[in-house]
DNA sequence: TGTAATCCCTACTAAATTGATAGGGTTAAT
DNA sequence: ATTAACCCTATCAATTTAGTAGGGATTACA
């Protein structure tokens, strides 16, 4: 399941995209628009801003604005920053990879084969679909 | 995140299906051979029988059995009754569906729209892969 | 220079989920 | 009758989730 911060930060995200104009989107529009906590957002585009996905600025007529064009920027990136391992188990993760220990040897296990054709086709849909693709509509 | 609990369920099923003799299969010979926790292995294996995934008997020579055969049961059936739904949002599940609170049109949602691609192409792995091919090798 | 707007940061918390463990009940073979 | 096995319920500690609270730091602008 998706976690609620990855939905609002993904909504967040798309809504800053579609917005693109020259002035820094606010926090308080973003919450208000898409229905979510203010606070609870603060923390998600504070973690975005920290990954590199979003710059910000201060102040009055502060906000939040995207780092790259909507196009550059690929849901594999996002998903590891808001959700974490794109895998299933930790065994098949390419960037948090982890042995399980109750297994011996990972190339018999059942498990692992399935899991790792989860992840490639998950990947797949990931690494085709950005941003921009997002904000269409 | 795959739950233990899957994972262990799905390590079950795949070491009944090797054996596949006419014996059923003991619950602790499974755990002892997988590293699974016997007690908390049973209420899986409950769990499967349940669902009408395995068959037992009771007493002495009892244990476990598939009711179908290997290349007849799906992971999609497996996935359902073990980790539940298999879309990543309660509003793209086919089993389980689930209108968002935060959600005025989920047809104008980018989450919606890239959740729906992700489970379609989880749902083609799991609908090609049987416990058959899990016990391969 | 003061004030309001805005992001930034830390700490806390209630509820749910996970990964078990404990303890015994029920059934079947011998 | 005894033993081996599944069956069932309750409980629990640790972790994660989805926030809330409270204020600090910075910037625009009057």
Do not use: W
């Not at 990136?77 to 065994?91: H, K, Y």
Request: positive net charge; aromatic residues 6%.
């Amino acid at each position: 399941m998706l976690s609620k911060r990855t939905k609002y930060g993904l909504k967040a995200l798309t809504y800053i995209a579609k917005k693109e104009g020259d002035q820094p989107v606010r926090v308080v529009e973003i919450a208000d628009s898409e229905n979510i906590p203010q606070k609870f957002l603060e923390s998600i585009l504070l973690t975005l801003k920290k990954a590199g996905l979003l710059g910000s600025k201060k102040g009055k007529h502060g906000g939040y604005y995207l780092r790259n064009e909507p196009s550059k920027i690929q849901m594999t990136d996002v998903m590891r920053v808001l959700e974490g391992p794109i895998a299933m188990v930790p065994c098949v993760s390419l960037n948090y990879y982890e042995k399980c220990d109750d297994c011996p040897d990972e190339h018999q296990c059942s498990v692992h084969k399935l899991m790792i054709e989860v992840r490639d086709s998950t990947l797949k849909v990931f690494r085709n679909t950005t941003l921009a693709d997002l904000a269409l509509n």
